[in-house]
């Protein structure tokens, strides 16, 4: 079945916010197309379960089975547009629906099976009756922006304590009897790192951030260092003093031990040894 498309489908997207195109570009070009791809396939629905006047999706006259067809149409799409407008994680439709990993049925061809009924179970039972396309499409935008640049900063922590651990250092993410991005040993920290992704705009929140993780920090791990490890747009790393004394200056009694970007996590390892961390034989 050909998808009608949209007239003007990018008109739904002109007023979008993208907070974060400096830091993730990549990622609004996604959201554009995919947001693209969610409308076509709504606005294949027939007459009687989509408003074409008013632009308002009826939900409450789709059956089981127009769902199951309509989310056919691009399962890679839908499924996620469907799971962020109903605002469940995986693991509330596991502990809800006994649906676990509910984002591996983008990859169904959807002709039937159970993680499917429990699948359309549960968007059926959440959706409203009805809902404006714009605001189908803005909940979902936001949704996965959200969902997205998590995993986008998670990836860049995963990343920060793999390159320690190729040199010799047990670093881990721990989250008692506090959140550490990266705790060098996991157990008695000597070493504990709070890791972010951001812009010069958002700055002023991130040293806050970090101000306040200083403070769990020396807390509970009194003996340990505090390093920021803070990743900018590259284009930005030219500013990295102007950064990093913006960062000092939310501290008004004592200073970080260090606080390096991207390019710089060589520092730290000098800053290591100097400090005596011990290495530890790792299986990488």
């Given at each position: 079945m050909t998808?009608?498309?949209?007239?003007?489908?990018?008109?739904?997207?002109?007023?979008?916010?993208?907070?974060?195109?400096?830091?993730?570009?990549?990622?609004?070009?996604?959201?554009?197309?995919?947001?693209?791809?969610?409308?076509?396939?709504?606005?294949?629905?027939?007459?009687?379960?989509?408003?074409?006047?008013?632009?308002i999706i009826l939900f409450e006259k789709i059956t089981k089975t127009e769902f199951r067809r309509l989310i056919a149409k691009n399962p890679s799409t839908m499924v996620i547009a469907f799971t962020r407008v109903c605002g469940l994680s995986d693991r509330e439709f596991s502990r809800l629906f006994r649906l676990k990993n509910a984002y591996n049925l983008r990859e169904s061809n959807w002709i039937g099976g159970n993680k499917e009924d429990l699948f359309l179970k549960a968007i059926m039972g959440l959706l409203p009756k009805r809902m404006h396309l714009e605001t189908f499409l803005y909940t979902f935008y936001k949704m996965w922006e959200e969902h997205q640049k998590r995993h986008y900063r998670g990836s860049y922590e995963k990343d920060v304590r793999s390159f320690f651990r190729a040199h010799g250092y047990n670093c881990e993410k721990i989250t008692q009897p506090t959140e550490v991005n990266g705790a060098i040993p996991p157990y008695k920290p000597q070493v504990v790192m709070q890791i972010r992704t951001g812009v010069m705009k958002d700055l002023v929140k991130r040293a806050k951030e970090f101000s306040q993780e200083y403070e769990l920090s020396i807390e509970h791990f009194p003996n340990a260092k505090f390093i920021v490890v803070f990743k900018i747009p590259p284009h930005e790393l030219e500013r990295r003093e102007e950064i990093r004394q913006k960062i000092y200056e939310q501290r008004v009694d004592k200073t970080y031990d260090a606080i390096i970007f991207q390019d710089e996590l060589g520092e730290a390892l000098k800053k290591f040894v100097e400090w005596e961390i011990p290495r530890n034989i790792l299986i990488q």
């Amino acid at each position: 079945m050909t998808i009608e498309k949209s007239k003007d489908n990018s008109f739904l997207l002109k007023d979008h916010p993208r907070p974060n195109i400096n830091e993730l570009p990549g990622l609004y070009a996604e959201l554009d197309s995919l947001s693209k791809q969610v409308e076509a396939v709504i606005r294949s629905l027939p007459n009687s379960q989509f408003d074409r006047d008013e632009n308002i999706i009826l939900f409450e006259k789709i059956t089981k089975t127009e769902f199951r067809r309509l989310i056919a149409k691009n399962p890679s799409t839908m499924v996620i547009a469907f799971t962020r407008v109903c605002g469940l994680s995986d693991r509330e439709f596991s502990r809800l629906f006994r649906l676990k990993n509910a984002y591996n049925l983008r990859e169904s061809n959807w002709i039937g099976g159970n993680k499917e009924d429990l699948f359309l179970k549960a968007i059926m039972g959440l959706l409203p009756k009805r809902m404006h396309l714009e605001t189908f499409l803005y909940t979902f935008y936001k949704m996965w922006e959200e969902h997205q640049k998590r995993h986008y900063r998670g990836s860049y922590e995963k990343d920060v304590r793999s390159f320690f651990r190729a040199h010799g250092y047990n670093c881990e993410k721990i989250t008692q009897p506090t959140e550490v991005n990266g705790a060098i040993p996991p157990y008695k920290p000597q070493v504990v790192m709070q890791i972010r992704t951001g812009v010069m705009k958002d700055l002023v929140k991130r040293a806050k951030e970090f101000s306040q993780e200083y403070e769990l920090s020396i807390e509970h791990f009194p003996n340990a260092k505090f390093i920021v490890v803070f990743k900018i747009p590259p284009h930005e790393l030219e500013r990295r003093e102007e950064i990093r004394q913006k960062i000092y200056e939310q501290r008004v009694d004592k200073t970080y031990d260090a606080i390096i970007f991207q390019d710089e996590l060589g520092e730290a390892l000098k800053k290591f040894v100097e400090w005596e961390i011990p290495r530890n034989i790792l299986i990488q």
